[in-house]
């Protein structure tokens, strides 16, 4: 079975961080052989001490490839995390995935969005070009800090964000403090549910259901 990547997107501060190191306690994770390649330095650090996470920072995103192909030469990770640089492009990703090598030991399992709920609105309305690519890409999207806005402030995203990707499911997070929680209390997080959810997902889009890629 090849080794699965996952992109975490999202502006500078928007909680990629604190998102999977919440993602790492959860089921989905458990007992696994993980790779983590940060593209981004922000102030949170990666908490988990567990020996089979192994996390590796780069400088520049073009370095990836280079580390996808050396890495899985060496040892079989059960998925490679890649918190991505919230300025760069997505094509990025998908020129990396054209190069056979990299094709034939990874599946690209999709992308995360990570949102803060606080400034989203103001990033999408001046910088959509290169953020609406990343949540119309995304596989579940979730929403930093929700309670900052009032009521209708709430609605007025979450409306915005359907817009864009009317399929991803969105997680609403109070604050990034509590995102541990939100994500251990989501069916999407628990092993099965998980699977189940995103096979829906990628039946409405028409594509190939994970499990035969899974073999």
Avoid at 89 to 101: A, N, W
Avoid at 122 to 141: A, D, H, T
């Amino acid at each position: 079975m090849k080794t699965r990547v996952e992109i975490v997107s999202g502006f500078l501060g928007s909680g990629k961080t604190s998102f999977i190191n919440s993602y790492l306690d959860t089921e989905v994770c458990a007992n696994r052989d993980i790779l983590i390649v940060l593209l981004e330095k922000g102030i949170t650090e990666i908490q988990s001490k567990r020996k089979n996470i192994e996390v590796i920072w780069l400088e520049k995103t073009e370095g990836l490839k280079e580390i996808l192909i050396n890495k899985i030469s060496k040892k079989k990770y059960y998925k490679v995390i890649v918190e991505y640089n919230g300025t760069e492009k997505l094509s990025l990703i998908g020129e990396i995935f054209k190069d056979k090598h990299v094709k034939n030991k990874y599946n690209f399992y999709g992308n995360y969005y990570i949102g803060n709920s606080n400034s989203l609105m103001i990033y999408l309305r001046n910088m959509g070009e290169i953020i609406v690519p990343f949540i119309q890409s995304s596989k579940l999207i979730v929403l930093n800090n929700i309670d900052l806005l009032d009521k209708k402030k709430q609605i007025e995203l979450i409306k915005e964000v359907e817009e864009i990707n009317n399929t991803a499911p969105i997680i609403l997070s109070s604050s990034i403090n509590k995102l541990s929680f939100d994500l251990k209390s989501s069916k999407y997080f628990k092993e099965w549910e998980f699977l189940k959810g995103i096979n829906a997902l990628f039946n409405r889009r028409g594509e190939k259901r994970l499990y035969d890629k899974m073999g």
